[in-house]
């Protein structure tokens, strides 16, 4: 695992875009798979600004909440609209976001992780991290096996995540989220953590020891992980 120490999150979300964008240059049709979130807003900015070629590029989304409309602001699809697809030349059918307005979330699952597939698997996955070190919506005491599935949100992430709704009881209780497996697959996964909120998970990961209480930890068994982190998320 590399680490890669940043000031600040200004300087995170610089290196993080130049990291994509080599992943871009390097194989200008790559499988991005993206997370949402407040970590990864500033290197969209960048990415945007960088004016990036997308047109041959294929992204999947790591997760969405169930049950949510796409035009709720809420909504992980409303979310990549806003910082990622309306502003670079994506392909419509290049993006794939689990859909969470389904009426058959299993079927929804099997048909996304089958789609990953068919695309020749994830060049790059891109991953925020939990507070309670969650990655995509796999959360703490989940299989580690698991593959893109429907799953409970802890009250722990409901918090967390309340800051963004009305009220904790606007934050939809499930997510369709890619599974820690599905994660594994790819075959280059980046890591960005900011802000103290994060400093114990991020110190939890920097060992070898995999806790599946904090699920990031399995990402010690990938070989090709960088962690972009700031001095806040890294404790100094
Ligand atoms: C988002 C996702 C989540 C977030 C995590 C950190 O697609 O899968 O795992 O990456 O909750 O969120 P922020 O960046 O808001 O601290």
Same mark, same amino acid.
């Given at each position: 695992?590399?680490?890669?120490?940043?000031?600040?999150y200004?300087?995170l979300?610089? *290196?993080?875009? +130049?990291?994509?964008?080599?992943?871009?240059?390097?194989?200008?049709?790559? &499988? $991005? #798979?993206?997370?949402?979130?407040s970590t990864?807003?500033?290197?969209?900015?960048?990415?945007?600004?960088?004016?990036?070629?997308?047109?041959?590029?294929?992204?999947?989304?790591?997760?969405?909440?169930?049950?949510?409309?796409?035009?709720?602001?809420?909504?992980?699809?409303?979310?990549?609209?806003?910082?990622?697809?309306?502003?670079?030349?994506?392909?419509?059918?290049?993006?794939?976001?689990?859909?969470?307005?389904?009426?058959?979330?299993?079927?929804?699952? *099997?048909?996304? +992780?089958?789609?990953?597939?068919?695309?020749?698997?994830?060049?790059?996955? &891109? $991953? #925020?991290?939990?507070q309670?070190?969650?990655?995509?919506?796999?959360?703490?005491?989940?299989?580690?096996?698991?593959?893109?599935?429907?799953?409970?949100?802890?009250?722990?992430?409901?918090?967390?995540?309340?800051?963004?709704?009305?009220?904790?009881?606007?934050?939809?209780?499930?997510?369709?989220?890619?599974?820690?497996?599905?994660?594994?697959?790819?075959?280059?996964?980046?890591?960005?953590a900011s802000g103290k909120s994060k400093a114990?998970?991020v110190?939890?990961?920097?060992?070898?020891?995999?806790?599946?209480?904090?699920?990031?930890?399995?990402?010690?068994?990938?070989?090709?992980?960088?962690?972009?982190a700031d001095a806040e998320a890294?404790?100094?």
């Amino acid at each position: 695992m590399r680490i890669i120490r940043c000031a600040n999150y200004e300087e995170l979300s610089q *290196k993080a875009a +130049e990291f994509v964008a080599a992943q871009i240059t390097l194989k200008p049709d790559c &499988v $991005l #798979g993206l997370p949402t979130g407040s970590t990864p807003i500033g290197m969209y900015a960048r990415l945007v600004e960088m004016g990036m070629d997308f047109s041959e590029v294929t992204t999947f989304n790591l997760d969405e909440y169930y049950p949510i409309k796409k035009d709720n602001p809420q909504s992980y699809h409303y979310f990549m609209t806003e910082n990622l697809y309306s502003k670079v030349n994506l392909k419509p059918e290049n993006i794939y976001i689990p859909n969470g307005e389904t009426t058959d979330p299993a079927a929804e699952c *099997k048909n996304y +992780e089958k789609s990953i597939l068919a695309c020749g698997g994830l060049d790059m996955q &891109v $991953l #925020g991290i939990g507070q309670n070190g969650h990655i995509g919506f796999n959360e703490p005491g989940e299989m580690l096996n698991s593959y893109t599935h429907v799953t409970k949100l802890t009250q722990n992430t409901i918090e967390a995540n309340a800051r963004f709704f009305n009220s904790m009881d606007d934050v939809p209780k499930q997510a369709l989220t890619m599974g820690v497996a599905t994660i594994m697959r790819a075959r280059r996964i980046l890591l960005l953590a900011s802000g103290k909120s994060k400093a114990h998970v991020v110190r939890a990961l920097q060992g070898s020891v995999i806790d599946p209480e904090i699920p990031a930890t399995i990402l010690a068994a990938h070989n090709d992980v960088t962690v972009i982190a700031d001095a806040e998320a890294l404790g100094e």
